[in-house]
C-alpha cells in the first residue's frame, strides 16, 4: 500500500512538472502570419497575434516577427519589446486603439515598454495609433503610424517617451499628444516626419517636448503648446503647415 501511494505521489510531481514547463512563459516569443494563438509561440510554432503571444511572453521579454504581416492591436500590461525591426511588422486598428499601454502591476518595477519596426494603420476609423495610460518608459523606434482619428501616439500618464526614426501622418488629431492625467510628461522626439495631421506636436498639461532633428511639415497647425512646453534644439524644419507655430524655447546644441 505504502508503495502504491509513493508511485501515485511520484507520478502527480511529474505531471506538475510537466504542465508547469508548458504554461512557463518564454522570454522570447515569436509570431507569424501563418502561425496560431494555441502554439507556445516558439520560433517553429509562432503565435499568429501580438496578443497571443504577450500572455505567452515573460515580463521583460521580447516578441518578434518572422514575417511582415499584420499582427493586431494589443493592450501591453506588463514591461515588454515588441520588435519587428527587418521584417515590418504591421497592426491594421481601425475602429480600436492600435497598442495600449497600460501597466500597473507593483511587482513590475522597470514599467517599460519598447516597439520597434512596426506600421500602424487605422485606415481611417482607428482611435490612437499608441495610447500610454500607465508606463515609466516608451521607446518607439523605426515606427510608421497613420490614419487614426485621434493621435498617432497619446501620451496621458506620467512617462518619459521616445520617439526616433519614425514617420506620424495622416493623424485627425495630433501626430504627438501629451496631455497629462497623473503627473508630468517627458516627451523626446528626433530624427522624425510629422506630416498631414490636425497638429503635429501638441503639448497639453504637464508635458515637455523635445525636439531634434526632426521635419514638422503639411500639418494643420505644426507646433501647439496651449497648457506645456516645446523645447528645440535648433535643428528642426517646421515649415509648410497651415500655422506653424514655434517652440516655447529652445538650447543651443553642444
Same mark, same amino acid.
Given at each position: 500500500? &505504502?508503495?502504491?501511494?509513493? &508511485?501515485?505521489?511520484?507520478?502527480?510531481?511529474?505531471?506538475?512538472?510537466?504542465?508547469?514547463? #508548458?504554461? !512557463?512563459? +518564454?522570454?522570447r516569443t515569436w509570431v507569424?502570419?501563418?502561425?496560431?494563438?494555441?502554439?507556445?509561440?516558439?520560433?517553429?510554432?509562432?503565435?499568429?497575434?501580438? +496578443?497571443?503571444?504577450?500572455?505567452?511572453?515573460?515580463?521583460?521579454?521580447?516578441?518578434?516577427?518572422?514575417?511582415?504581416?499584420?499582427? %493586431?492591436?494589443?493592450?501591453?500590461?506588463?514591461?515588454?519589446?515588441?520588435?519587428?525591426?527587418?521584417? @515590418?511588422?504591421?497592426?491594421?486598428?481601425?475602429?480600436?486603439?492600435? #497598442?495600449?499601454?497600460?501597466?500597473?502591476?507593483?511587482?513590475?518595477?522597470?514599467?517599460?515598454?519598447?516597439? &520597434? %519596426?512596426?506600421?500602424?494603420?487605422?485606415?481611417?476609423?482607428?482611435?490612437?495609433?499608441?495610447? #500610454?495610460?500607465?508606463?515609466?518608459?516608451?521607446?518607439?523606434?523605426?515606427?510608421?503610424?497613420?490614419?487614426?482619428? @485621434?493621435?498617432?501616439?497619446?501620451?496621458? %500618464?506620467?512617462? @518619459?517617451?521616445?520617439?526616433?526614426?519614425?514617420?506620424?501622418?495622416?493623424?485627425?488629431? !495630433?501626430?504627438?499628444?501629451?496631455?497629462?492625467?497623473?503627473?508630468?510628461?517627458? #516627451?523626446?522626439?528626433?530624427?522624425?516626419?510629422?506630416?498631414?495631421?490636425?497638429?503635429?506636436?501638441? !503639448?497639453?498639461?504637464? $508635458?515637455?517636448?523635445?525636439?531634434?532633428?526632426?521635419?514638422?511639415?503639411?500639418? $494643420?497647425?505644426?507646433?501647439?503648446?496651449? @497648457?506645456?512646453?516645446?523645447?528645440?534644439?535648433?535643428?528642426?524644419?517646421i515649415d509648410g503647415n497651415?500655422?506653424?507655430? !514655434? +517652440?516655447?524655447?529652445?538650447?543651443?546644441?553642444?
Amino acid at each position: 500500500m &505504502r508503495n502504491i501511494l509513493l &508511485r501515485a505521489i511520484h507520478t502527480f510531481a511529474l505531471l506538475m512538472g510537466f504542465a508547469f514547463v #508548458i504554461h !512557463a512563459q +518564454a522570454t522570447r516569443t515569436w509570431v507569424s502570419g501563418v502561425g496560431d494563438d494555441i502554439n507556445p509561440c516558439s520560433r517553429t510554432a509562432p503565435c499568429k497575434t501580438f +496578443a497571443g503571444a504577450i500572455s505567452k511572453t515573460a515580463t521583460n521579454g521580447e516578441i518578434n516577427c518572422l514575417d511582415p504581416a499584420g499582427f %493586431g492591436a494589443v493592450t501591453v500590461t506588463k514591461s515588454i519589446t515588441i520588435d519587428c525591426e527587418d521584417t @515590418q511588422g504591421s497592426i491594421l486598428s481601425a475602429g480600436t486603439n492600435g #497598442i495600449i499601454v497600460n501597466i500597473t502591476a507593483a511587482t513590475d518595477t522597470k514599467k517599460a515598454v519598447k516597439i &520597434r %519596426g512596426l506600421s500602424i494603420n487605422g485606415a481611417g476609423t482607428g482611435i490612437n495609433g499608441i495610447r #500610454i495610460v500607465n508606463a515609466s518608459t516608451l521607446n518607439v523606434e523605426e515606427v510608421v503610424i497613420d490614419g487614426c482619428t @485621434q493621435h498617432g501616439i497619446s501620451v496621458e %500618464g506620467n512617462s @518619459q517617451v521616445v520617439v526616433k526614426n519614425s514617420t506620424i501622418r495622416s493623424n485627425a488629431g !495630433a501626430g504627438i499628444s501629451g496631455l497629462s492625467t497623473s503627473g508630468p510628461i517627458d #516627451i523626446m522626439v528626433t530624427n522624425s516626419l510629422l506630416n498631414g495631421n490636425g497638429t503635429g506636436i501638441l !503639448a497639453g498639461a504637464g $508635458t515637455v517636448f523635445r525636439l531634434s532633428g526632426n521635419t514638422i511639415a503639411f500639418n $494643420t497647425t505644426g507646433l501647439s503648446a496651449p @497648457q506645456g512646453k516645446i523645447v528645440s534644439f535648433r535643428n528642426n524644419s517646421i515649415d509648410g503647415n497651415g500655422t506653424n507655430g !514655434a +517652440a516655447t524655447s529652445t538650447v543651443t546644441q553642444q
